[in-house]
Every structure is written in structure tokens, then in C-alpha cells.
């Protein structure tokens, strides 16, 4: 027992630093993980034996569950929603496309059997999700015109319709699937998805906010607890469990519930150790030995798909749309496929339908290649197409909560008649734990003393040490769309809960401090500080 239990530490701390280098190197982490898994696997260096498909399975779907779970959770609905509609064809009709165009490359010039064919790209029909977004923040590249947000919900969204293509296909390979029954079985697996993901939404985000649940500390637990069983209770009425879990996400991330900040670290460390769990496995349980007779068509595949399959999907989907061409090769670029492919492979292994080919290790070895190549070459892509943008920020399409500086920088513009103007900095009073680091005058910087003047027009820049706040006062954010009741209307027109300020708005990558009379415009991000709200409360501001 505690052989395994050292051995799973150290595999743990290996995984770390292995996320580590692939900060340095620009590769997913993902990609380490499963390198390392085949390492320690049966051909590997340390030969561990593994080749429990069924338990693989079972392991792999929990660690799914909290990653899709989490990545609906960190959806930003108020950001997506205006790309909502490209997005969800994608994740759909994109997939579904996707996948018939692989099929029947695989049938016409692999030579493999229809169904057979249909099954490889009903497997890798899905794009993932933390491969995309692992290299977008791990370089910060901010993309344009909702980009970031299209891959988020797209790639978030699909593994779903990947999954129920797959069994749909095992099922007419079985012989226990008709037109009539694929039909019945599609149907099931998307209502009840919905269904049960609705439902899980708005009775957890009730449920969370419920004065007995009021202990932060079991508030992660509770919701932890919510996800499994929103795919549990999908699954067990023949409803797509993933699709539930991830829009359970969605509505619980963009409800206002008590402790979220508490709630996305808990996650994020949770998701962290999944993605390890689920890469490191995936890889334990491949044979390398068995990928060199599978290594030709696995290339010819992952070089179809990338070059014509999903380029084809896109420009179909998105051109209607009038999405530049350069975006399209970009959305094209970024469609990896990663480790739900190699998880829903896993099913085939224990399908009781005849195969002819490996398609685990076809799959495994595909979804290598493709983290490899284009999860690498990404960013070089997305700058030598021009499509990063100065403004566009792809944290901000997430529903994340950053840690505070320990310092803070402020800007201070002096309008003529300021008390300041003319004045040396020598000769004000500046608060004791600030100073004045910058001085920006007639598009220069100036770097000022205690001799320097101050003028009319001066923009000043303070550093001062960040407020650590005991009071237990919260944060939160109201994002406007189009439709939203305050659109339009002065800020000394809103009716706001006792004990609530609208203190900074965000508009087109600036922040303002308002007065009564900043009207409010769609795309605002109105920041307010109040005391802890009920939900009734809460639900009347986010409306």
C-alpha cells in the first residue's frame, strides 16, 4: 500500500513539473501528461502493467464529468451569448460534418468498412477544450471579434454530440441500431441532456445560496456533489450526462451565488488534478509498441481532418456569418482533438461490435499528433494571421477570479483647475504609502522627482499597497447586454438594493469611475460593492 501510494505522489510531482515545462516550451501540458503515462506504461521504462479498459472507462468519465463541469462553470454567458449561435453549429452540425467527411476518407481511402470509418470520425468528431485554452493563456494571445469565446462554448460544448454519434454508430454496428431507434436514441440523449442540465442549474443555484448552506467550507463539497449528480441522474434515463453536467456549469457560473471566488479556486485545483488523473491514464494505457503499425493511416487522418475536414465544417458553418477568412483559417487551426477522442476510443475497445482496425491507438495516436503540431503551432498562427487584438483579452471570457496584487497601480487625471496644477510634487500631499512613479504629458512619459511641475492635462500614475478587505465585503459584476433593462439609463435612475454602488465601469478595454449621470451602454461591465445579498435580492440585479 504504500509502495503505490509513494509511486502516485511522485507521478503527481512529475505531472507538475511537467505542466511547468510546458509553460517554458510552448506545448499543452496534456501532451506531457500522456508522454509521461506511456513511459510508465507496460512498454514503457518502469512497465507498469495496465490494460483495464473497463476500469480506464470508468476513471476517465468521473474526471470528465468535473472538467466539463468546469468549463461550463467558467463559460462567461453575457460574453458568448453574441457568438452564441456560430458557436453552438460548430459544436453540433460542425461535428456532425466533421465526422462524416473523416468517414468516408477512412472508407474510400483507407479502405476500412463504412460503419467502421463512421466510428473513427464519430471519435475524433470533438475538439478539447483544455488544449486550446492551455495555450491561449499560457501565451496570452487575445484574439478579435469573439474568437476566444466561439472556441470556448465550441469546444466546451461538442464533446457531447461526439459521444452520442459514437454510440449511435457501436449501436448499427451491433446490429441493435435502425433509422427509427438512432433517431429515438438522439433525441433522448439531447432532451433529457437539457432537461436535466436546466434543472441542476436553477435548483443548485437556489440550493447554494440557501441559508443552511452558509459554512464555506462545505459549499465546494455540496457543489461538487451537484455536478455528479446531475450526470448521474441524466445518464441513468438515457440523457447525454456530459451535456447536463456542462450546462449546469453555465447557469451556476453566471448565477450570483454566495463564496464563487472560494468555488473557482476549489476547481481549479480539482480540474488540475483530473486533467492529470485523465492524461497520465490515457497514456498508461496505450502499448507504443502498437502505434508504429497504426502510425501511417493515423497520419494520413490527423492531416485530412486538419486540412480539409474541419476547414470545410468551418467555412460552411461560419461563412454564412460573413466571419473574415483569416478567423476562419484560425478557428480552422485551433480545432485540436485531445483527450474526450481518446476517452470515448475507450468505449470502442468494449463495444461487443467486430472492428478490423485499432482504432484506440489509430485515435490515440491522432490526437497526439494533432496536441503536438497544431496545439504547438497555435500561437504562430494566430499572429501570422493578424487576428490578436490590443483589446480583445481572452481572461476576460471566462468567469475567472484572479488573485489581488500586493501592489496597485493608479491613475489620476488632472483637468484644468485641479488644486494640484502648478504646483511641485515636493509641495502636495500625497497620502504616505503612495508615490507618484509616472507622469504621462503630451504622449510622453516622464519619470518625476520632488522638483518636477505639474501641469494641466498631467496623468499621473500612483502605486500604493492593495486593499486587503476584512469586512467581508463582495465584488460583483453586472455585465449589460443589448437587452437589459439598465441599457441606456442614467446610473442615478437605477433602482439598486440598500448598500450597493456602482463604483467602476468597464467599456471597450477602459475603466471608468462613474457619476449619476454616466449612462449606461451595452457591452458595460458595472462593478458594484455591496453586503452579501439574499438570492432574491441577487436575482433582481442580474436580471
Known amino acids: ?49 495496465f490494460s483495464n479498459y473497463g476500469l480506464a472507462e470508468s476513471i476517465c468519465s468521473v474526471a470528465l464529468i468535473f472538467i466539463m463541469f468546469y468549463g461550463g462553470f467558467c463559460t462567461n ?19 456532425i460534418l466533421t465526422a462524416l467527411l473523416t468517414g468516408l476518407f477512412c472508407h474510400f481511402i483507407l479502405k476500412t468498412s463504412l460503419l467502421e470509418g463512421l466510428l473513427i470520425g464519430s471519435v475524433l468528431g470533438s475538439t478539447d477544450a483544455a488544449s486550446v485554452f492551455s495555450i491561449l493563456r499560457m501565451k496570452k494571445l487575445n484574439l478579435v471579434d469573439g474568437m476566444a469565446s466561439i472556441l470556448e462554448v465550441e469546444s466546451g460544448s461538442n464533446d457531447p454530440v461526439a459521444y452520442m454519434l459514437t454510440t449511435i454508430v457501436l449501436g448499427m454496428m451491433a446490429g441493435h441500431s435502425s433509422a427509427g431507434s438512432v433517431a429515438l436514441v438522439f433525441s ?88 492529470i488523473i485523465l492524461f497520465f491514464l490515457l497514456g498508461l494505457l496505450c502499448f507504443p509498441s502498437r502505434i508504429i ?14 486540412l480539409i475536414a474541419r476547414p470545410a465544417a468551418v467555412y460552411i458553418i461560419l461563412r454564412p456569418f460573413k466571419v473574415p477568412f483569416r478567423q476562419l483559417l484560425l478557428i480552422s487551426w485551433a480545432g485540436l482533438r485531445g483527450a474526450a477522442s481518446i476517452v470515448f476510443a475507450i468505449t470502442t475497445v468494449l463495444s461487443p461490435a467486430a472492428m478490423e482496425y485499432d482504432i484506440f491507438h489509430i485515435v490515440f495516436c491522432v490526437c497526439l499528433l494533432s496536441v503536438a503540431i497544431q496545439g504547438s503551432l497555435l500561437p504562430w498562427m494566430a499572429k501570422k494571421l493578424e487576428v490578436i487584438g490590443s483589446t480583445d483579452d ?18 489620476v487625471r488632472l483637468p484644468e483647475g485641479h488644486p494640484w496644477i502648478g504646483h511641485t510634487f515636493q509641495d502636495i500631499s500625497i497620502p504616505e504609502d503612495m508615490l507618484a512613479v509616472m507622469v504621462l504629458r503630451d504622449g510622453k512619459t516622464l519619470i518625476p522627482n520632488g522638483s518636477t511641475l505639474i501641469t494641466a492635462d498631467d496623468t499621473i500614475i500612483l502605486n500604493s499597497p492593495a ?31 440598500a448598500d450597493t454602488l456602482i463604483f467602476l465601469i468597464r467599456r471597450a478595454g477602459r475603466s471608468l469611475v462613474p457619476t449619476g449621470q454616466t449612462h449606461v451602454r451595452d457591452g458595460d461591465v458595472l462593478i458594484l460593492n455591496a453586503q452579501p445579498v439574499t438570492h432574491t435580492a441577487a436575482a433582481s440585479v442580474f436580471l
Open 77 to 95: 454567458w453575457e460574453a458568448a451569448r453574441p457568438v452564441a449561435k456560430k458557436a453552438v453549429l460548430l459544436s453540433s452540425a460542425g461535428v
Open 188 to 275: 433522448a440523449q439531447v432532451l433529457y441532456g437539457i432537461l436535466f442540465g436546466v434543472a441542476a442549474g436553477l435548483a443548485g443555484s437556489k440550493l447554494l445560496n440557501s441559508e443552511q448552506f452558509f459554512s464555506g467550507e462545505m459549499l465546494p463539497i455540496l457543489t461538487m456533489a451537484l455536478a455528479v449528480l446531475t450526470y448521474g441522474l441524466s445518464a441513468s434515463v438515457s440523457g447525454n450526462g456530459f451535456l447536463s453536467v456542462y450546462i449546469a456549469g453555465i447557469i451556476l457560473g453566471n448565477s450570483q451565488i454566495k463564496e464563487k471566488v472560494e468555488l473557482v479556486h476549489f476547481f481549479d485545483g480539482i480540474t488540475g488534478m483530473m486533467q
Open 467 to 497: 486593499y486587503a478587505d476584512k469586512s467581508g465585503m463582495k465584488l460583483r459584476e453586472v455585465r449589460i447586454g443589448r437587452y437589459h433593462p439598465w441599457v441606456n439609463k442614467p446610473l442615478s435612475e437605477l433602482t439598486l438594493p
Open 394 to 411: 481572452i481572461f476576460k471570457t471566462f468567469n475567472d477570479y484572479q488573485e489581488d496584487q500586493s501592489i496597485h497601480l493608479t491613475e
Open 293 to 306: 503499425p497504426v502510425l501511417i493511416p493515423s497520419v494520413c487522418i490527423m492531416a485530412f481532418m486538419l
Open 1 to 49: 500500500m504504500e509502495l503505490y501510494l509513494i509511486m502516485a505522489a511522485f507521478i503527481c510531482i512529475l505531472c507538475i513539473f511537467a505542466g511547468s515545462l510546458s509553460t517554458r516550451i510552448g506545448v499543452p501540458s496534456l501532451l506531457l501528461f500522456i508522454i509521461l503515462g506511456m513511459m510508465f506504461g507496460t512498454d514503457g521504462i518502469l512497465r507498469i502493467p
